[in-house]
């Protein structure tokens, strides 16, 4: 995350100032389905215990539309509503910061959907004593973010660094969708 700043930062005050404000709207905007991922852990361990496969499926299932309806509405309102929530923490005269911030979360809050899933797989390998999973998708979900922020922001500018935090939560999300069925394959979870 610090790399990933300091790239911001190469790119001026503007840019360091929008998205310092894109970043407090995010957390709040996606905080309520990482909430809703710490809940379903508790529930997926409850049932794991006790041996309820059925109940962690529909549970699953519950959780994943949940989110996803959750997300939607959220992505939805950001997007559309970004430069006056950018409005809550910048001067109305700053429009360049205003401007590059609405882009950071135009970006972000179309993909919110993707951070959402993600919480639920952390959710689900930290309920089933994987957290080694969890731990592996953070790396690839941050890892894929600096490599592409760094990569592609020399020539494509702070887009690339906007683009690349939703193209890390869907790596992981890949990752962690294809680990969650090897283990359902393997333990019949």
């Known amino acids: 995350i610090l790399m990933v700043q300091g790239l ?8 360091m100032a929008a998205f310092a404000a894109g970043v407090k709207i995010d957390t ?5 389905a990482q909430e809703f991922g710490n809940a379903y852990s508790i529930f997926i361990s409850q049932n794991y215990g006790a041996n309820e496969k059925e109940r962690i499926k529909k549970g ?10 959750f997300c ?3 992505s939805a309102a950001v997007f559309l509503l970004a430069p006056r929530l950018m409005g809550i923490f910048i001067s109305p005269e700053e429009t360049e910061i205003i401007g590059i911030g609405a882009g950071y979360l135009r970006i972000e809050g179309a993909c919110y959907c993707g951070i959402g899933i993600l919480f639920l ?10 957290p080694k999973i969890s731990l592996l998708l953070t790396i690839i979900s941050l890892g894929t973010r600096v490599l592409l922020a760094y ?23 890949v990752t962690g969708a294809v680990l969650v069925r090897r283990e359902r394959n393997n333990s019949a979870i």
């Open 121 to 130: 797989l952390y959710g689900y390998f930290r309920a089933v004593e994987r």
């Open 151 to 173: 990569a592609f922001a020399p020539m494509l500018g702070v887009g690339a660094i906007w683009w690349a935090i939703p193209i890390g939560w869907a790596l992981a999300d």
């Open 60 to 69: 699953t299932k519950s959780a994943v539309f949940v989110v996803l309806g």
């Open 8 to 15: 911001v930062n190469s790119f001026g005050t503007a840019v």
């Open 28 to 32: 709040l905007a996606y905080m309520p």
């Open 72 to 74: 939607t509405v959220i």
